[in-house]
């Protein structure tokens, strides 16, 4: 009787482990593609997961079914992108990046994604325009200057670490705002507006940090 509840027993663990064994390598085969690069040119990167989530409304989640990406503000011509539209029709630059945030934490990882310069070319810029607003699906906002992005090669990261933006990444697209605090890596980006108005201030800018953020 009691070894053959023993028996019973370990027949049952056994096939939860081989029920384990075989959703783990079913899942392994199932994600391949967007497996997490944790190294690239010799160079360590930190993991998707190592990221702290502090956003001022919590993880967004944009359904790309109805999101759209407008370019506005002074430009010749308003644009609405969906997401398509822009990772099927430009040309995909990559870089190491670290993001550091004010609250003492920082993450190095390989982004991929468009340049802004690239998305305002349609809209032709208004010679007027000397800062770039950006808007976010939950509110958040932060502007940097239009030579900034041009000058550093500006991208909106639609990959981190070569996986699709997870939700509270910011999915579908982060700002790496290379050599600025984390406040101007805007994520759920839903607009870009250029401006001439040197006095925008974006949500951590209005509540005293500094609008440069230089690190
Ligand atoms: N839309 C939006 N973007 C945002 C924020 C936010 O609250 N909302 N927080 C910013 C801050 S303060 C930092 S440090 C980084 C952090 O990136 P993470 O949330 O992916 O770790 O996102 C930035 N982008
Ligand atoms: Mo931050």
Known sequence: MTLSLVGIVSAFVFANAMVGILTTTTNETASLENVEVREYEGQDLS???DFRENSIEGP??????YYKLTVTGLVKNE????????????????KVVTLHCVEGWSAT??????????L???AEVNPKATIVIFHAYDGYSTSLPLDYII??????????????????????????AE??????????ITEIELSDNEDY????ESRGYPNDADL
């Open 47 to 49: 993991s998707i997961n």
């Open 60 to 65: 967004q989640h944009i359904d790309l079914e």
């Open 79 to 94: 644009i609405e992108y969906t997401y398509d539209d822009i990772i099927s029709n430009y040309q995909i630059f990559n």
């Open 109 to 118: 990882i390989l982004w991929d994604g468009i340049l802004v310069e690239d």
């Open 120 to 122: 305002l070319e349609e």
């Open 151 to 176: 000058d550093n090669n500006i991208i909106i990261a639609y990959k981190m670490n070569k996986v699709t933006l997870p939700p509270e990444r910011g999915f579908p697209f982060q700002l790496v």
């Open 179 to 188: 050599s600025k605090w984390g406040y101007k890596w805007i994520k759920w």
């Open 201 to 204: 201030r974006g949500y951590w």
